[in-house]
């Protein structure tokens, strides 16, 4: 068994910090431990027993299950902590264990073999009569065997009900699992029932039994996942008994389209109708086409249409049904024109695909609420041209209508290429000046504009006339301190002010870090003492903030 994946740093690593943490007080909760073929099992008494595994072996590395709330969500938890531990407490015994498993194992199976067939029966009837599971399970396969059709569905509905396990109507998070696992035993009757010579009835079984399962849905709390695994599992028994049982090809067509529009339930269960195309052979791939094309031509907005016909136009390398379905439902912000320009790059069509973008940037009414990812790919297309003057233009009007830092820097970037930034630049920040005058975002993207092209004298100007954030002004002390340490220092004694009012460690981080740089412009002023005393006047007035003095000290104030 291959424990070098489990450490102590690896647990924390799965766990986190706090978990981890937890974990190490329930070491002694930790009972039934049981080593097998690259997993360990026990059992941990928490708020109630929770069965825990450790997979060891795993190509993926460590990991583990837990059937707490907080394990059923995915998550590493104290429980797997505990266990993980209590593992390696025993290291060293683990090979021994692991072959006393193996033997265990062997015995078993030469005493089954052993048996004889009376003694078989004996056996299977006790373990029937002790787990119902079990028994409903067989009893499941028993029904398939003998062929009683009308038996297997009608056991397949009850398995579906949620009634046993809705509370009020509705399957609560807690019983989802326990909903899922019996639906999962659905599956596995339609799968049984397929391979037992009865395909066509499976078929029939499968589709009822995904219209329950959607219908189950609405009601249960589905937050793993679990019924979702249960539908593609439903999926998959559908396709294997069409491929059994070669049903007609035009009415699995029919179907198969009909599910694709949402005829049968909400998604729950994702069949590609391409997946079927062994089945339906030429004749039903083409009524499957007459049918998309027909339900897509009724209804061109219609998503589930447009992604039907999207797929089998794909498929078949149709370009121009590609393009003709993004058409029909033009976006405003010109992000299906940028869909259809991918589409014809794609098929070497690049001019085509050039108009199509600048007729995206010509549609949409208003730039601020364009696709910038539209923008870029004009921008990056008129560069390889080397038109570079369009691309200017481009960016210009996209930072006009959306005033930010971004779209700035953009077309500084692209003004710099065509080398014609200075007066682009005085231009643009000419608009980001009225702009803060108008007050629409003060004098915000201004003073970042001037910041981020280390213009400090220009920034601080701005950040005066017009006014900053705290951020700004924080940034804008810290990049004047060597020079303006005057300045800096009514900034960050500004900044200290309402720290002092509040409290929490992360509010003490902030404001010893100022401090530091409140002491560093009064050492740049001469003005020491003016330090200290603020110091002291500061101690005295919130000495009961242990973690803030505790933090003033380690910097030695």
Known sequence: MDTEGLTEASLQELAGARSFARGLGYR?????????????????????????????????????????????????CKHLVALGLTVLAQRGSLPQQRKAARRRGQDLDAWLSALSRDELLEL??????????????????????????????????ELLDIGPFARYGYVEYTDARAYADQAGQAVSAIVALSRSGRAADA??????????????????????????????????????????ARPDSEELARW????????????????????YEDVLGEQGMSTLRELAIKAWRSKRKGWAEKALMERLAKAGGDVD????????????????????????????????????????????????????????????????????????????????????????????????????????REEAL??????????????????????????LDAAWQAATAVGADDRQWLLLADQARADRPADALDVYLRLVEPLTQQTGNTVYERLVSLLLSIRDCHRRLGTEDEFAAHVHTLRAAHKRKRNLMRLMEEQGM
């Not at 078929?203 to 399962?213: G, H, P, Q, V, Y």
Request: glycine share 8%.
């Open 124 to 157: 299977v009837r006790e373990q029937i009569g002790e787990d119902r599971k079990l028994r409903s399970r067989l009893e499941l396969r028993a029904s398939s065997a003998r062929g009683d059709v009308s038996g297997v569905r009608s056991r397949i509905r």
């Open 256 to 275: 198969l389209v009909a599910h694709a529009l949402g005829a049968f339930d909400d998604g729950l269960i994702d069949i590609d109708p391409l997946d």
């Open 203 to 244: 078929i029939a079984a499968a589709r009822e039994a995904m219209r329950l399962l959607a219908d189950a849905m609405d009601s249960v709390d589905d937050s793993d996942g679990g019924l979702g695994q249960v539908g593609d599992a439903l999926a998959d028994a559908h396709l294997e008994a069409c491929r059994a």
């Open 430 to 455: 000419t608009l980001l000046r009225a702009d803060a005058e108008r007050q629409r975002h003060g004098g915000r993207v201004l003073i970042d504009a001037l910041l981020d092209e280390k213009d």
């Open 321 to 424: 049904t590609v393009i003709a379905v993004y058409a029909a439902d033009l976006a405003a912000s010109g992000h299906t024109h940028l869909l259809i320009a991918g589409e014809l790059d794609g098929a070497g069509r690049t001019e085509e695909a050039l108009d199509w973008a600048e007729r995206g940037i010509r549609d949409t009414r208003d730039l601020a609420t364009v696709d910038t990812a539209l923008v870029d790919y004009l921008c990056d297309r008129y560069a390889r041209a080397a038109r570079l003057s369009d691309a200017v233009a481009l960016r210009r009007d996209h930072f006009r209508a959306r005033l930010t830092l971004l779209t700035y820097r953009q077309l500084r970037a692209a003004a710099q290429a065509a080398d014609c930034w200075p007066t682009e």
């Open 28 to 76: 002694d909760a930790v009972s039934a431990v049981e080593v097998g073929d690259g997993w360990v099992t026990a059992t941990v008494h928490g708020t109630e027993p929770y069965l825990v595994e450790l997979t060891l072996d795993d190509p993926g590395g460590l990991s583990g299950a837990c059937d707490c709330p907080y394990g059923q969500e995915g998550n590493f």
